[in-house]
T-cell receptor, first 112, second 114 residues
């Protein structure tokens, strides 16, 4: 069923702290994407990781794709209030690769 | 700002009614995908339209149907509404119907079924 489980479900931290959120599956994915969704808005794509073991950096955000392509992590350094939002991971279905399977997300709150 | 617009932004219906949601894709995009996002969940794929044809469908019953027009805008129709249909409905446009193509999401339509 290609379920993606994200943890933690909720995370509340102070500005300046570091954090890591996780996206795990028992299934192999050809790629994984990370999105951020703010209240009242649709998800916005942050990154796509394709190769097992791949690491991508986007300013203070570091994304890693597991060697076995079953998991991914997002690390944020020195979090800022503007990082607040729902972080979603998603991967393409085996059956129809334009069907993106989303996890339930990690809701991050960064307090000033 | 993604260039993808959805209307209406909010809608309240009663059980058994029918609803039509609309989506205008970003200029130059020929592919529109629809997703349902229930409270506390991630988006779930309903179907995709590519060049006016349905191009893949998720695990949703036939009372969920859609259309894509020659200008690539799209509609999502839901018949015989049920309470569990209450959710945020998102459309996403892309320039191609291929894997890993960047999806540009609209802000969604919040549907409440009473």
């Amino acid at each position: 069923t290609q379920l993606l489980e994200q943890s933690p479900q909720f995370l509340s931290i102070q500005e300046g702290e570091n954090l890591t959120v996780y996206c795990n599956s028992s299934s192999v994915f050809s790629s994984l994407q990370w999105y951020r969704q703010e209240p009242g808005e649709g998800p916005v794509l942050l990154v796509t990781v394709v190769t097992g073991g791949e690491v991508k950096k986007l300013k203070r955000l570091t994304f890693q794709f597991g060697d076995a392509r079953k998991d991914s992590s997002l690390h944020i350094t020195a979090a800022q209030p503007g990082d607040t939002g729902l972080y979603l991971c998603a991967g393409p279905s085996w059956v129809f690769n334009n069907d993106m399977r989303f996890g339930a997300g990690t809701r991050l709150t960064v307090k000033p | 700002e993604t260039g993808v617009t959805q209307s209406p932004t909010h809608l309240i219906k009663t059980r058994g009614q029918q609803v039509t949601l609309r989506c205008s894709s970003q200029s130059g995009h020929n592919t529109v995908s629809w997703y349902q996002q229930a409270l506390g969940q991630g988006p779930q794929f309903i179907f995709q339209y590519y060049r006016e044809e349905e191009n893949g469908r998720g695990n949703f019953p036939p009372r969920f149907s859609g259309l894509q027009f020659p200008n690539y805008s799209s509609e999502l129709n839901v018949n015989a509404l049920e309470l569990d249909d209450s959710a945020l409905y998102l459309c996403a446009s892309s320039s191609q119907s291929v894997a890993n193509e960047k999806l540009f999401f609209g802000s969604g339509t919040q549907l409440s079924v009473l």
